[in-house]
């Protein structure tokens, strides 16, 4: 528990030192909720400590029909976070449930194992899959802006951390964004040698 625990901040500290966000021009910039849309920084005499601390993930977030939950942190919810260049995500799959393929296209991520077996990996531009089980306490970085997944292939719940070199990682999941994006049936079919009625039922289970 101990490894845990000091491993975490470890890591966190481990994605300022290659940020991808722009460095920023002072210490910290806690986001002053007054002056939105602009975002100007609170002054630091009204910054407390409490703005540097996010509790949210210490327990999994709400649960899909298909066993996955995800808690995010980011400057929305923990201002400390501001222009840091960096955030985090705690994923829980339950038994056999996976984390569909995905991009993050402005960050690369730290995958920390907190319990269970997790198979996780990515797809290269040349197409080549780097994947292979890794367990409590290991971690896996998956470079910026490549396809990358995990399932759950442990006999419980498994939970896992993701440390992002950017405070705004984006997320685009890939069947939502051909099959639900809106996108011609016709290129669709051509594309994946589907017919329009096997389109038509991935639109309806992706669409948003």
């Known amino acids: 528990m101990c490894l845990k625990i000091v491993l975490i901040p470890i890591l966190l500290i481990l994605t ?16 002053n909720p007054k002056s939105f849309p602009n975002q100007l920084c609170k002054n630091s005499t009204a910054v407390t400590a409490d703005d540097f601390v996010f509790s ?7 649960f899909s029909e298909t066993g996955f ?3 995010a942190a980011n400057p929305i919810n923990f201002p400390g976070l501001n222009t840091l260049g960096m955030s985090l995500v705690r994923v829980d799959l339950k038994e056999g449930a996976i984390n ?18 997790v198979y ?24 910026r802006g490549v396809v990358h997944f995990q399932m759950n292939v442990g006999k419980r719940r498994a939970t896992v951390f ?8 984006g997320t685009q999941k890939m069947a939502a964004a051909i099959f639900g994006s809106g996108i011609k049936e016709e290129l669709l079919e051509k ?18």
């Open 120 to 143: 996780a990996g990515f797809v290269d531009s040349g197409n080549r899959v780097y994947a292979k089980v890794i367990e409590e306490g290991e971690v896996m970085v998956i470079p």
């Open 162 to 169: 993701g440390c992002f070199n950017s405070q705004n990682p």
């Open 100 to 117: 569909p393929p995905h991009v993050h296209p402005r960050a690369a991520e730290m995958v920390y194992v907190v319990q269970g077996k």
């Open 191 to 208: 594309a994946f040698g589907l017919s329009s009625k096997e389109i038509r039922r991935m639109k309806r289970m992706f669409d948003s």
């Open 69 to 71: 939950a995800t808690v």
């Open 56 to 62: 949210g993930a210490k327990s999994a977030g709400p």
């Open 16 to 31: 300022i030192a290659m940020a991808s966000d722009p460095d920023p021009l002072q210490d910290f910039c806690i986001p």
